[in-house]
């Protein structure tokens, strides 16, 4: 299983993500190399931002409600936007995966 790792990096003020794998097989159990989701974190702390793909770092929209982002996103011409929460700054998120 390949879980993705999110990680704010409150001195470059972007938030970054990795994944890493619990299946030893596929890589080893090594982690693999971490990418940068959006930079200027600090505008967006606690809100949910919209890209055009995991690599791509430009916000498209952002704000509180993750459906109206993802709409706002679509109507920004963007055909499958990539929703994902910012958390914010020293409060701690647990997410998990079911």
Same mark, same amino acid.
């Given at each position: 299983?390949?879980?993705?790792? @999110?990680?704010?990096? &409150?001195?470059?003020?972007?938030?970054?993500?990795? @994944?890493?794998? *619990?299946?030893? +097989?596929?890589? &080893?159990?090594? $982690?693999?190399?971490?990418?940068?989701?959006?930079?200027?974190? $600090?505008?967006?702390?606690?809100?949910?931002?919209? *890209?055009?793909? @995991?690599?791509?770092?430009?916000?498209?929209?952002?704000?509180?409600?993750?459906?109206?982002?993802?709409? $706002?996103? &679509?109507?920004?011409?963007?055909?499958?936007? =990539?929703? @994902?929460?910012?958390?914010? +700054?020293? =409060? =701690?998120?647990?997410?998990?995966?079911?």
């Amino acid at each position: 299983m390949v879980s993705p790792i @999110f990680l704010l990096d &409150q001195d470059h003020g972007v938030l970054k993500y990795k @994944f890493h794998s *619990t299946t030893i +097989r596929k890589t &080893q159990g090594k $982690e693999m190399d971490t990418n940068i989701l959006v930079k200027d974190i $600090e505008k967006y702390e606690g809100k949910y931002v919209a *890209t055009k793909t @995991f690599l791509d770092k430009d916000v498209i929209c952002s704000g509180d409600d993750p459906v109206k982002v993802y709409n $706002e996103a &679509q109507n920004k011409g963007s055909d499958d936007p =990539v929703i @994902f929460y910012v958390p914010k +700054r020293d =409060v =701690v998120h647990i997410y998990s995966c079911l």
